[in-house]
């Protein structure tokens, strides 16, 4: 039993990393609500004095704020739905038995390790060019007329590279709550004449329920704040500005430092807010 010695000098260890990760979050946090309600221009005056709440008005009645909470929230739950069900298929098909099964794996989680804007860029120039990507040749191939992807399907094309890229995460956790699954259920409902459909809605889908919560939980936390995908390809137009894309419009390319971290304090909300939704519901399924 730790004595109450012990116990302090733990805590006495502790302190300096504490008080690093509290600076680390509330420095950046109150920056930002101070310059939000300052009027702060740097390239065209400075500071230029109190604001108020003036920054908010501005920025929530502006024409480009609903549209871009509606995209954020169309990007994260199309990269939900598709991760989450490729993930559990792509689970059992790498929990059976195969030969090169270490290699197999490897290679499905490899896409994770590969950084955002080079994944961006990737899919860009090598696979959705409408000219010489290797989809442009594909449909070529059987004879059809090649898709600007990133002019025609912009958002679905965004939410493509994403899942691309958060797919193996998706994968690995799954995999894990697979292999962990009781071998004898699946034998006993086999024996008692359960259908592989029906072994999957009862046995498999159910043992998944935490799995898949925390697959959901720590993607959105990520997703909301997509950036670098956007950027490398689309640039925000064709209807793919984000939240975060439209805050870094307002602070870079205006110039704007009070409009955008005002923004920054909206996004700090609906994140929030997304994090008690979810957080209900991991907590229901964790307390089954």
């Not at 993930?87 to 490897?106: E, F, K, S, T, Y």
């Not at 799995?211 to 950027?231: D, G």
Request: hydrophobic share 55%.
């Amino acid at each position: 039993m730790a004595t109450q010695h012990s116990r302090s000098a733990a805590r006495l260890m502790m302190t300096p990393a504490v008080v690093l990760l509290l600076g680390w979050m509330l420095v950046p946090l109150l920056m930002t609500l101070w310059f939000s309600f300052r009027r702060y221009l740097p390239l065209r005056g400075g500071d230029l004095g109190w604001a108020g709440f003036d920054n908010y008005v501005r920025f929530v009645t502006s024409s480009a704020f609903w549209p871009s909470v509606q995209t954020t929230l169309i990007l994260v739950g199309g990269v939900l739905a598709i991760t989450i069900a490729l993930g559990v298929l792509l689970a059992l098909l790498l929990d059976q038995p195969m030969w090169g099964q270490g290699v197999v794996r490897i290679l499905v989680i490899a896409p994770f390790f590969v950084m955002p804007t080079v994944s961006a860029l990737v899919w860009k120039n090598m696979f959705m060019d409408p000219v010489n990507g290797l989809l442009a040749h594909l449909w070529r191939f059987f004879g059809a007329e090649p898709v600007a992807w990133l002019t025609d399907v912009p958002l679905a094309s965004i939410v493509l590279i994403v899942s691309w890229q958060w797919l193996p995460f998706a994968t690995l956790i799954l995999l894990t709550a697979v292999q962990s699954l009781d071998s004898e259920q699946l034998e006993a409902a086999e024996m008692d004449g359960a259908r592989p459909l029906s072994r999957f809605a009862h046995i498999i889908l159910p043992h998944l329920g935490r799995a898949i919560t925390i697959v959901v939980l720590i993607q959105t936390i990520f997703l909301l704040s997509i950036f670098a995908e956007i950027f490398v390809t689309t640039g925000g137009a064709f209807g793919t500005r984000t939240l975060t894309y439209l805050i870094f419009q307002r602070v870079l390319e205006s110039q704007n430092v009070g409009l955008g971290s005002a923004g920054g304090v909206y996004a700090i909300i609906l994140a929030n807010i997304v994090a008690i939704f979810l957080m209900r519901i991991v907590g229901k399924n964790l307390d089954r």
